[in-house]
């Protein structure tokens, strides 16, 4: 057990002095960090003291062997003096070392003027370089404080888009909640109606069957077989579809209006650049095929313009009280022709347009690039008058209907639709191809060096034009592509019949909708006025105070009830009775009226052919009583395409099986023509269903999309946060970098201007000391 302590103690002190070994490595570790730190410190001290010493010794050593020269050239005169002193009895040599000494002195003072005017030139340049770097300093200073205000800016600026962009994702993603949840209640409302439609299609099914049944069972004739006698058979006025057409034109009127300001401005603008390009008309006179060019380029107006009007009033033409279908909208025929007359606008100034760039390609400074790209745009402006033709020619196509009701067929008009929708999906792309190349011819242009800032403004004038017409062919195109189901579609269509529909029907539509209107009105118009809210409540307390009047007015309306059933019966009998007795009355007078014309011509004759006459009639007389009593006895079967009907004639004519059966045949027919009412009630809501769940797909379609949308616009303000925060985070360091290096600039200034002033002090010392050596000489 006192190991088991022992053992512990000792652990316990071997863990305490490993703690403290540690916590004194930790310290002896930083404090070598810092010895090592202070020893790179002095080493670089000591060699910058070395480096100072040197230079130091080696000014030195050369002031020292300055010195020795000079030491051995006063050596020299010393000795040449004392020489001369020895020898001043020779007043030659005398002359002569003086004028030494004299050339010597002289040499001195030009060394001293030398020295003189070097200091100054030296003084002068430092005073001018010292002036120059404070005034590039000071720029320098001004330019700091306006980057420093230009960061300030950018950080304001970028925290205030931050913030923007912040409440925008903020706002997005609320309004995308907002479609998810709207997208969630449409895909209900298109489940409940698909249900509903999916009833309602049951429900109509079984009504056909048993409507064909009928009819195939009790009505052998079909004249919905036979298109040579449905004349009568009008459809119903399309209001839907009205609507649909009439907003359909107002999308389409605002796209020709910009397709038509596009044109106007693309021909202008061309018409501006042949005037100034290749050769200036202000200055020179241009070729003969550029002002042909010029001159049909400015008639523009008179083919784009009737676009426009032609189309504007096809878009007055259709209206909600009008029939839009191909064969009753005739505005659509001055609309082709107008397109037509542009059309062979385009084909007339088209080889103008291929020579125009041929001459620009032989003009003297054209580049090879340039050149390129010219023929690029002449293969361009083929393919784009060849689609202006294509859509010529389906236009036309689809404006023969109105001129004649023969023209095309429904199938061939759905064909024409889907070509002409391809057809301005070509049109954008070669629009498109045509104004790309533009540009890059407009870039390639802008370097040459006679391009002056006319062209540069014309162009630039033109390739906006160019990029304003292909948004609107694409637009265009789109929007086609979009609506071809409803033009692809057959508004109104006889029932039972493929045909289209005529002028003649679509006259009795409107017919017959006017009728309607007046009918409605009228019966709104005879309409009683209802009972006063305070009157109708006092009625019922009245009637809910009174049980027993209550109870027996419902005796006596029962009671009413089962008389007016019986009356009603009873009228039915007499009426049926009332309708035998007039057929009976008519069959009697025409016998009556054959009886005498046959009496007047036997009385008309002689008296032998009276007197047979008279015999014959008495004879049939006869023959007609014993065929009376003869059917009377026998009961007679009649047949008939209604069926069988077996009746025991009275004193009544034989013609009353045949007035019944014509009854019966009205009967079932006034049937048939119910149950073809309830079935074309029946088809109506169901088109009006079906139309209801297409446009709820639509829309939830177009939900789905936005939806994508706002999440790419959200993608995309979130890439753009992200650009934007890596923009001033590069534009702080490449400031930041900016200023270090000017601040080292300064500091290499400042040397710079040390050391100068350091020789220029070097400078002044020598100077000084010249002079005194000078003096002391």
Known sequence: MANVTDLQTKYSKLAQEYSKLRAQNQVLKKGVVDEQANSASLKE?????????????????????????????????????????????????????????????????????????????????????????????????????????????????????????????????????????????CRMRTEDCQQQLRRCQSELNRQVKQSSSVIQEKVPFNDTKFSDYNSLNVPSHNRRH???????????????????????????????????????????????????????????????????????????????????????????????????????????????????????????????ALSAKNQELQSDIKRVTSVFEKLQNYINLLALPSVRQDAMPHSNTSAVFTQLAACLHSLHDAIKEMSKHYNQKADIERELPTVTQKLCTTTECLLGSLGSLTSCTGKIATFFSNNLDFFTSSGYSPRGSTAALNPVQAESMLANKKKATAYIQAVKKAKPQSVPYREALSNRRILTSSTESREGLTQQVQQSQEKIARLEQEKEHWLLEAQLGKVRLEKENQR??????????????????????????????????????????????????????????????????????????????????????????????????????RALAKRLAIAEKSRETFSEEVKLANQNITRLQDELATTKRSYEDQ????????????????????????????SKGNAKKNKGR
């Open 45 to 185: 001290q000591l060699k910058q003291r070395d480096q100072s010493l040197r230079k130091q010794e080696q000014e030195m050593d050369s002031l020292s062997f300055r010195n020795q020269q000079l030491a051995k050239r006063v050596e020299l005169l010393q000795e040449e003096l004392a020489a001369s002193e020895a020898k001043g009895k020779k007043g030659k040599h005398g002359l002569q070392t003086q004028s030494v000494f004299d050339e010597d002195l002289q040499k001195k003072i030009e060394e001293n003027e030398r020295l003189h005017i070097q200091f100054y030139e030296a003084d002068e340049r430092h005073k001018k370089t010292e002036a120059e770097l404070r005034e590039r300093l000071e720029k320098l200073e001004k330019d700091a404080e306006q980057h420093h205000g230009v960061v300030d800016g950018l950080t304001t600026k970028y925290a205030e888009t931050i913030e923007r962009l912040q409440s925008d994702k903020a706002r997005l993603e609320v309004k995308a909640q907002t479609l998810e949840r709207e997208a969630k209640e």
């Open 242 to 368: 009205q609507l649909k057409a009439r907003d359909v034109a107002g999308q389409a009127m605002s796209f020709i209006q910009d397709l038509v300001a596009a044109l106007l401005n693309i021909h202008s603008y061309t018409e501006q650049r042949v005037h100034i390009y290749p050769l200036d008309s202000s200055i020179e006179t241009i070729s003969p095929l550029n002002q042909k060019f010029s001159q049909y380029l400015h008639e523009n107006a008179a083919y784009v313009r009737p676009l426009e009007d032609s189309f504007l009033q096809l878009y007055q033409s259709i209206t909600e009280d009008t029939v839009t279908v191909l064969e009753t909208v005739v505005k659509l025929k001055n609309f082709s022709d107008n397109f037509s007359s542009y059309t062979h606008f385009l084909q007339k100034i088209l080889p103008y347009q291929l020579k125009s760039l041929e001459e620009e390609c032989e003009a003297p400074l054209c580049t090879a």
């Open 592 to 693: 009556i009226a054959e009886l005498e014309a046959q009496l007047a011509a036997a009385l008309g004759g002689s008296p032998n052919s009276q007197t047979a006459a008279a015999g014959a009639l008495t004879q049939g007389h006869e023959e007609a009583a014993a065929e009376l009593k003869a059917a009377e006895k026998e009961p007679t079967l009649c047949t008939s395409l209604v069926g069988m009907l077996c009746t025991t004639p009275t004193d009544e004519h034989v013609g009353d099986e045949e007035s019944r059966e014509q009854l019966i045949k009205s009967h079932y027919m006034a049937r048939v023509g119910e149950l073809t009412t309830q079935l074309q009630i029946s088809d109506s809501k169901a088109v009006h269903f079906h139309s209801e769940c």
């Open 739 to 766: 200023l270090s290096m000017m601040s080292d600039h300064l500091c290499s200034m400042n040397e710079t201007l040390s050391k100068q002033r350091e020789e220029i002090d070097t400078l002044k010392m020598g």
